[in-house]
């Protein structure tokens, strides 16, 4: 998971653009954006992350450290 590669989604792609990228990496295809990462795997942790956090960052009103801080909480005690 990178950083500086989810804050380009974020910055430049709405929610919808996003769950498309996501749908077409489910389904072994290349995305109509782009989405930086090293494999498939690290595309879609980009894509998802990038979902949640715009999301949290509506919903919530808050900004995007503040969203990308729930975001990391929650994988760290998913793996934990």
């Not at 954006?33 to 808050?62: N, S, W, Y």
């Amino acid at each position: 998971m990178k950083i500086p590669a989810i804050k380009k989604l974020v910055e430049n792609y709405s929610i919808e653009q996003l769950k498309q990228a996501e749908e077409a990496l489910l389904e072994e295809q290349t995305p109509a954006i782009e989405v930086e990462g090293a494999d498939e795997g690290e595309c879609l942790t980009h894509v998802l992350a990038a979902i949640f956090i715009l999301h949290t960052m509506e919903h919530d009103k808050v900004e995007f450290m503040a969203s990308l801080r729930t975001y990391t909480q929650k994988v760290r005690v998913s793996i934990s």
